[in-house]
């Protein structure tokens, strides 16, 4: 594992960030993203000192929740179809049914969000709608040969579950006939990981199973989000 840099570097990047207002786009930041390692200095993994700023942060209420207002309208144009060897072709094989998750999740949809700017967000990786339990079950997949880290998925889709008007994706899915009731009893959170993966897979297996404490962890239940294996 890298040891590049201290447990002070790290903690004077994710500080600097949240500073500057960048609590929303965390998830895109280069060092949750892709920093895979420990501190040359400490020995702990560079997420978990991220994951325990946020959490502490979280826990006080100085987390500030993703502004809403940005999000104006949804597509009304239906996901297109692709088969690719990468993350989006999985995206998509689960969507057209080439890949199956199960039944209780209910049925696929989907949606885009329209912003004024340009590269935010557009997508959540896969919505499903169940119309018996009135339940919307949102997953950021992750491919096997993806490099992020678990802490950035924890990220990602807790930002997508905050930004997005959830009561304007309804409307829009019934303005297209793909749901037919307003209601929304529910919404889960999940993280759908390769089992093959290398990385994202064995850092949720060993915060799993480990009786130590992890940072990533708690924000996982702080979150209530669960993950779930794919093949």
């Known amino acids: 594992m890298s040891r590049i840099y201290t447990e002070s570097t790290c903690l004077q990047k994710i500080h600097d960030a949240y500073l500057n207002g960048n609590v929303c786009r965390l998830y895109d930041e280069k060092f949750i993203k892709s920093w895979n390692g420990i501190t040359s200095d400490s020995g702990r993994e560079y997420q978990e000192i991220f994951a325990e700023f ?34 989006e072709g999985v995206q998509r094989d689960f969507f057209f049914g080439r890949r199956k998750l199960s039944a209780e999740f209910g049925i696929p ?7 004024n700017d340009p590269g935010q967000g557009k997508g959540i990786d896969l919505v499903y709608y169940n119309e018996t339990t009135l339940e919307i079950n949102i997953f950021e997949l992750k491919y096997r040969n993806s490099t992020e880290t678990l802490l950035r998925a924890v990220m990602e889709i807790q930002t997508y579950y905050q930004r997005v008007d959830w009561d304007k994706v309804i409307q829009a899915l019934i303005k297209r006939g793909k749901v037919h009731s307003s209601r929304v009893a529910k919404i889960n959170k999940y993280i759908l990981i390769d089992k093959n993966s290398k990385k994202i ?24 989000i669960q993950v779930i294996f794919y093949e």
């Open 109 to 115: 949809v989907w949606f885009e969000l329209q912003t």
């Open 201 to 224: 897979a064995a850092k949720y297996m060993n915060i799993s199973n480990s009786s130590s404490d992890s940072y990533v962890k708690k924000l996982l239940d702080a979150f209530k």
């Open 54 to 87: 946020i959490y502490f942060r979280l826990i006080d209420g100085k987390l500030p929740m993703v502004d809403k207002c940005k999000v104006e309208t949804y597509c009304e144009i239906d996901r297109q179809d692709a088969i690719r060897d990468n993350e």
